[in-house]
């Protein structure tokens, strides 16, 4: 029996679409090598315990934004608490909350941080994040140049509004706008903005930077329960959904294709791959199909996360969401940043009551754990560094650990099948039109996902999938 589409892939994208899909009526299969969904942004279980895997923060659900806007056409309302502050910044003796409400974050960053030219920065952050979520229309195309260049003109309106900030390094112009920067401050804006863009400064032009700065004047959201119980959710109508099932090759025919798992092999006229743009290709042997992703291979950053994920029982009460800032990066990664997320008190789905579980995150180069000589010692080495971080910023106890242990970028290619995070970073170097497509020159073989149009996270991945189902329905 042949589908009509099959997904490869449980991620954000590959749920997503494939929920569409199925809400539109057609035959979708929904394979996913692990079993449970989600991938970046799912939860695991180890021993009695449970952990968000990577993505710990729901954004883009509130109105007029586009994932709510997928959500509500599917009919779903996700068990959320909003999150605010969205997270707390400690950085040496400055703690600076960043609240939804600008004031509110301004009296205390305007203390900790002070500049003469700071309410006119930040009253532009917040202008440029205001007036982008009020664009719409644009959509890309990626299979042949003339579909290309027609789609890079439904960008026009918002290139003409934000051109000054699209053409400007953003490092050049933070530094130009604000004369001299204290080194306390840079690192404070660095740090923020590594989060969402996930490239530093230097790389970026300034409206991608803008908006980076900008994700905690949205809505920010807690998931109860855990991510993975949110694609439990959305992939409710999807009526064939196959875990513990990894698509080990793919052959393309005349009109469909041939999806090989380690037993079975299924047919479909059309697939959708949710795997990464630098790893899709290792699953075809066929040369134009290899030609088209080798080209994508050098848009690869290697940019990663190390993971601690710890469990802990402590009476005290925290905020959702932490960066702690050092003076250096840590030995191993490529930040001085750490993020620390924790379970929500009353969340005892992911924890027991009285217990917190605890995702923390920092960036490395996957590069830096391929090498199997000293590995365990690395990793050991950044495990006890980040643990003590944790414990001296965030008050806790020796005795209170339950649980702890970490994980490296070999960790994600075992589980997920990549080791490169944060998918396609918003460089000047990745930005359209050398952003690879939903759809590609391959007749009915598509992408989805966060290395592929539109960006990383909730709301990038989700503009994708909403550019992905425009170019289906054409
Ligand atoms: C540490 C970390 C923290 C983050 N924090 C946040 C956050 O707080 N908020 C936010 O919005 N974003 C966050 N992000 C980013 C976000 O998690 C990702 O951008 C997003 O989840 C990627 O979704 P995706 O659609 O690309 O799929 P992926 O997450 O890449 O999932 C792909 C899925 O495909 C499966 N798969 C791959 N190959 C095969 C195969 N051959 N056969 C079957 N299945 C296969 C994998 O097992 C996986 O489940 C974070 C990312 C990381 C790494």
């Known amino acids: 029996m042949m589908s009509d589409f099959a997904v490869v892939g449980s991620g954000i994208g590959g749920s997503a679409i494939a929920a569409l899909l199925s809400a539109k009526g057609y035959d979708v299969v929904l394979f996913e090598k692990e079993s449970y969904l989600g991938g970046c942004s799912s939860s695991f279980q180890r021993g009695d315990y449970t ?66 030219k700071n309410r006119a920065f930040w009253e532009l952050i917040h202008k440029i994040n205001d007036e982008f979520y009020r664009f719409d229309g644009h959509y890309y195309a990626n299979a042949n140049l003339f579909a290309k260049t027609k789609s890079l003109f439904s960008f026009a309106p918002l290139f003409w509004k934000f051109k000054k900030y699209l053409l400007a390094n953003a490092q050049t112009f933070i530094e130009d706008f604000f004369g001299t920067l204290e080194q306390k401050y840079r690192q404070f804006l660095e740090s923020q903005v590594l989060i969402v863009a996930q490239a530093p400064l230097r790389e970026i032009n300034f409206f991608t930077a803008a908006l980076a700065l900008a994700y905690t004047f949205n809505k920010n959201y807690y998931v109860m329960g855990g991510f993975s119980t949110l694609f439990d959710t959305l ?6 959904v196959r875990r513990c099932s990894e698509i080990r090759s793919i052959t393309r025919h005349e009109n469909h294709f041939e999806l090989f798992t380690k037993t079975q092999i299924h047919s479909a006229k059309k697939v959708i791959l949710n795997s990464t743009v630098y790893d899709s290709g290792k699953l075809f042997h066929d040369g134009d199909v290899l030609g088209y ?16 994920y710890m469990t802990i029982k402590s009476e005290k009460s925290f905020h959702h969401h932490y960066q702690i800032i050092h003076d250096a990066p840590f030995p191993h990664t490529l930040s001085q940043a750490l993020f620390v997320s924790f379970s929500d008190k009353e969340d005892i789905q992911i924890a027991p009551k009285g217990h917190y579980s605890i995702t923390a995150s920092i960036h490395t180069d996957s590069r830096f754990w391929e090498d199997k000589e000293g ?17 001296v910023h965030l008050d806790i106890k020796e005795e209170e650990i339950v649980q702890c242990f970490g994980a490296t970028s070999r960790t994600f290619n075992r589980y997920i099948k990549r080791a490169q995070l944060g998918g396609n970073a918003m460089t000047f170097k990745n930005f359209l039109p050398f952003l690879p497509g939903n759809d590609t020159p391959i007749k009915n073989l598509y992408n989805v996902g966060d290395s592929v149009y539109a960006a990383q996270g909730w709301p990038g991945v989700m503009l994708g999938v909403k550019n992905l189902q425009r170019l289906l329905d054409a």
């Open 235 to 240: 992939v409710s109508g999807v009526k064939n």
């Open 375 to 391: 590995y365990k010692a690395r990793k050991k080495e950044l495990e006890d560094i980040l643990r003590k971080v944790i414990m």
């Open 51 to 116: 952990y968000n895997t990577g993505a710990t923060t729901l954004a883009g659900y509130e109105e007029g934004h586009i994932v709510k806007e997928v959500f509500d056409t599917l009919g779903i309302v996700p068990n959320l608490i909003e999150t605010d502050p969205s997270i707390v910044v400690l950085h040496g003796d400055k703690t600076t909350p960043r609240y939804r409400d600008f004031e509110r974050f301004f009296d205390t960053l305007d203390a900790n941080y002070p500049h003469a």
């Open 293 to 308: 992703y080798k080209k994508h291979e050098k848009l690869d950053n290697h940019q990663s996360s190390f993971m601690l």
